[in-house]
């Protein structure tokens, strides 16, 4: 899955935008190949302007993939919306009887990966003591729900369990490799 992430007026009023579009299409057509997974920046080159594009590449089990192209503010982090999901679901989840707790958080926004919200429950893991009892945390991606009739579903912590399924994944031959295909 790969999201390309534009900041609000990274392109200049007057610009022909059917041009930028043709271009950034061809750039991005040469630059796939050679997107490492994660997050990074890119300069999108034959431009009249400077348009720089975040790149976020995540695995996606089980689909021939996904490309979502959105926009971001400047500088907003997700920590702050993060606190606030764990502040508000965790004290009664890790009060659940339960062998399991499995938190499941909604994203409806393409623009942050899912290891920067797994980095930032981590990073909050100090405030949040309930987090122990908690097995594993999903985001359920609903973006594309809508307009797509799609949803994933992804791992984002721990950190440790994340990291052990994308090697698990990686590992996994060709041959097993196909697209989900709904009944």
Known sequence: MIDLVFNIGAIPKGVDWS?????????FVSARPTLAAGRSQHQVTNLPFLLVVTVAKSPLPDSPGCLFVSRSMRNEGVESIVRSALAAKLPKLAAAPSDQRILLLEMDSPARGY???GQAIEDLRGQFPDLAAISSIWIARTVAWESENYIGFHLI???E?????????KAISDKRRRPFRPA
């Not at 041009?19 to 750039?27: D, F, I, K, P, T």
């Not at 369990?161 to 994944?169: D, G, I, L």
């Open 161 to 169: 369990e994340v990291e052990r399924h994308q090697r698990w994944w």
């Open 115 to 117: 290891w920067e919200v």
């Open 157 to 159: 912590w721990p950190l």
């Open 19 to 27: 041009s930028v579009a043709r271009r950034l299409e061809r750039w």
